[in-house]
């Protein structure tokens, strides 16, 4: 199975002492989750803020210095609808990439998913599809190119004790059904990131850890980095 580092996400820096940011800061935290185990990784290129950003030169910055750092390890990047101004302007900042990720998450729920998962498709990209609920389900069920996606991501977004985050994992595989002919990495987020991801390791899915998920160890302490959650998921998934 599919154990993926997700480095830093929307989160701002001052989210955690350890959150990358710059390019140089993001290799070295890919560097250090691959060494855990990390067999990809999906990051947040961001502007000199910290803010999200899907500007083509920072996107370029973020994904030559990940490469650089672990060559041959898959890197993506987000597509999420916060990083641009709208819709349209989304697209056209996608289409202006010069230097191209692996692949990159579509949120099925966003405006136009579906138009900007063709495009990244069209571009050699390979596309996570984000499905956050039921109904974002639904949606990818019934778009006609989606067997060309890399994957599926059962994101439970909600910060949920573990029984309830439990139960919206399995409500969520249930209604994507038993073969949806592409892999499906499950995950969550703050406090069902760990239930989910032994959830997730029990069905034999892929899954996912990082700062952007959740900011502690499984016992509950704060996590040093984002390779001492790669180490600590690897301790609880099967071999």
């Known amino acids: 199975m599919l154990l993926k580092a997700c480095l830093n996400g929307p989160r701002r820096p001052a989210e955690h002492p350890a959150l990358p940011v710059t390019p140089a800061a993001v290799a070295a935290a890919a560097a ?10 999906h990051v947040h290129p961001k502007d000199s803020a910290g803010a999200d ?11 030559d210095a990940v490469r650089v750092a672990v060559p041959g390890t898959p890197v993506g990047v987000t597509t ?5 101004s709208g819709p349209r302007e989304r697209i056209d900042a996608v289409h202006g990439w010069t230097v191209l990720p692996d692949f990159a998450s579509v949120n099925w729920h966003e405006t136009d998913s579906a138009q900007l998962a063709a495009v990244l498709l069209d571009s050699g990209v390979g596309v996570e599809a984000g499905l956050w609920t039921s109904d974002a389900v639904r949606s990818w069920l019934e778009w006609p190119d989606r067997s060309r996606c890399l994957r599926v991501l059962l994101e439970i977004t909600d910060d949920l004790p573990e029984p309830d985050a439990v139960a919206a994992a399995g409500r969520l595989v249930e209604a994507l059904g038993s073969e949806p002919g592409v892999p499906v990495l499950l995950h969550g987020e703050d406090g069902s990131a760990w239930p989910v991801l032994r959830e997730a390791g029990r069905l034999g899915l892929d899954a996912r850890i990082g700062l952007e998920d959740v900011l502690v160890l499984p016992d509950g302490r704060p996590a040093p980095d984002n390779a001492a959650l790669v180490a600590a998921a690897r301790r609880l998934l099967p071999t």
Do not use: H, Q, R, S
């Open 80 to 84: 999420g609808a916060w990083a641009a």
């Open 32 to 41: 250090g989750a691959v060494a855990e185990g990390a067999g990809a990784v």
């Open 53 to 63: 950003t899907l500007d083509g030169t920072a996107v370029a910055a973020v994904v």
